[in-house]
């Protein structure tokens, strides 16, 4: 058999290893135009800001691929003919293939303003990017970010290190306004406000100014506002790469439409993470998922298909984690930016406006459904089983200390929490016992 991957991100070298473990004797080959070898996306960040090089983002040594009989192409997969099973190659080669799985990635959103096209305008989300930011921002004074979400404030905070000035141009009433609750949003404003970001809300980009010599000189907003800037990072997002997918007749959508093994269209053709959108998403997912733990699972879920093991993706307790700035954050189970009609929203903070948890239970049944922890550290594991076995919300907080993974040292504050959860929730109390510690009623 040969496995043919078109990516070498987290999903396809995730299907890679997963496929090479079932079938030891498949030849199993990765195409990729971003870079020859598997790199860490997220820690782009470090190498712009001097903290890595880039030989420190790879997590496997170079002579991992050829131990584990892995062949890596280094090329552009520019076409596909599902029916004659080969893909044809920017060398000029082609490849024939048993299966194939494309995991071809997202891209930033370009948006449609006039003046995208001027050189200093950009998104940030592949090594090219990074090479890119990295020339165009040496020696800048100014620069706009639009969007909020996690690559804006990222591309903020690479900015400010290096001493530029940044402005961030966010739609909403407050940051992340689509997926935070406002008191969240306030937190993180917190940390903006210190490390000097300045930030408009409520305000929209309407073009894109240039100098005369092709670079970017100025934002206008739509309110008629020019706000300078040497440097525009655009940050309203990233679309799925169907690109290849459309060569070979694929059927898409915003995504390459996969049923539940991932399977596309064309037999014997898989997509998987960023690119690949389910035809049927299962309750209460997205149709599109595109973070690192999904594109992980679905590449394993494609590896099994094709060895003959089948096993339909799914996806289980949503979680996700970020840090902006200082302030981590980590999301387990289902926190809308709005609440549910059906649910209790609890919200501790602590006075310092450094910590935050907000807990979100069902107003009938008590079942926790979701939880944001911010200025804390929880794990993983004890909030997956509490929110997949619908655990009651007083004994979840009878219970926080096991979920507590701040340092030794660190102060804990589940007395602080269970007290402000007992003063807005009375007749759902949780009560302290002396010898057996905390405990619901």
């Not at 584990?68 to 099973?85: G, I, S």
């Not at 950009?122 to 090219?128: A, C, I, R, S, W």
């Not at 999904?294 to 996700?320: K, L, S």
């Amino acid at each position: 058999m040969h496995l043919v991957i078109i990516g070498n991100g987290i999903t396809g070298v995730t299907c890679a290893l997963t496929a090479r473990r079932l079938r030891p004797e498949a030849r199993i080959t990765l195409v990729a135009e971003e870079s020859p070898h598997h790199i860490s996306r997220p820690a782009l960040m470090y190498v712009y800001l001097g903290h890595l090089r880039l030989p420190d983002i790879k997590p496997y040594e170079d002579w991992f691929w050829a131990e584990n009989r892995l062949e890596l192409v280094h090329a552009t997969a520019t076409a596909f003919d599902a029916q004659a099973r080969t893909v044809q190659l920017s060398t000029g080669a082609s490849l024939a293939y048993d299966a194939l799985l494309l995991a071809t990635g997202s891209r930033s959103r370009p948006g449609q303003w006039p003046g995208r096209e001027l050189a200093g305008v950009q998104g940030f989300v592949t090594l090219p990017d990074l090479a890119q930011m990295t020339r165009d921002t040496h020696g800048i004074g100014q620069a706009v970010v639009v969007g909020g979400g996690l690559i804006g404030i990222e591309l903020a905070e690479m900015l400010a290190a290096k001493g530029v000035a940044v402005t961030m141009l966010v739609r909403e009433a407050h940051y992340w306004g689509s997926v935070l609750p406002p008191e969240e949003g306030a937190l993180v404003q917190r940390q903006l406000d210190a490390h000097h970001i300045t930030v408009r809300y409520a305000t929209e980009l309407d073009a894109l100014l240039p100098d005369g010599l092709g670079r970017v000189r100025a934002v206008r907003t739509r309110t008629g506002e020019e706000l300078p800037a040497q440097w525009v990072g655009l940050a309203i997002g990233v679309e799925p790469n169907t690109d290849l997918a459309r060569t070979g007749g694929l059927e898409v959508a915003r995504g390459i439409l996969v049923d539940e093994l991932l399977r596309t269209s064309a037999p014997q053709v898989y997509a998987a993470g960023d690119c690949a959108q389910h035809r049927q998403p299962g309750p209460g997912e997205l149709a599109v998922e595109q973070l690192w733990y999904t594109g992980r699972q679905q590449g394993e879920t494609v590896a099994y298909a094709i060895c003959g093991q089948p096993r339909p993706y799914r996806r289980g307790v949503w979680f996700n984690s970020a840090k902006f700035f200082d302030l981590e954050y980590q999301t387990y189970g289902r926190v809308p930016a709005r609440p549910d009609p059906a649910e209790h929203s609890f919200c501790w903070q602590h006075p310092s406006g450094c910590h935050l948890l907000r807990l979100n239970f069902r107003s009938d049944t008590l079942a926790v459904t979701g939880v944001n922890v911010l200025g804390l550290r929880h794990r993983h594991e004890t909030w997956h089983r509490w929110l997949q076995a619908g655990t009651p919300a007083p004994q979840v907080l009878a219970e926080l200390g096991a979920a507590n993974f701040d340092p030794e040292f660190f102060r804990r504050y589940e007395a602080d929490i269970v007290a402000a959860f007992n003063q807005q929730f009375p007749q759902h109390p949780v009560v302290r016992q002396r010898r057996t510690g905390w405990f619901g009623r």
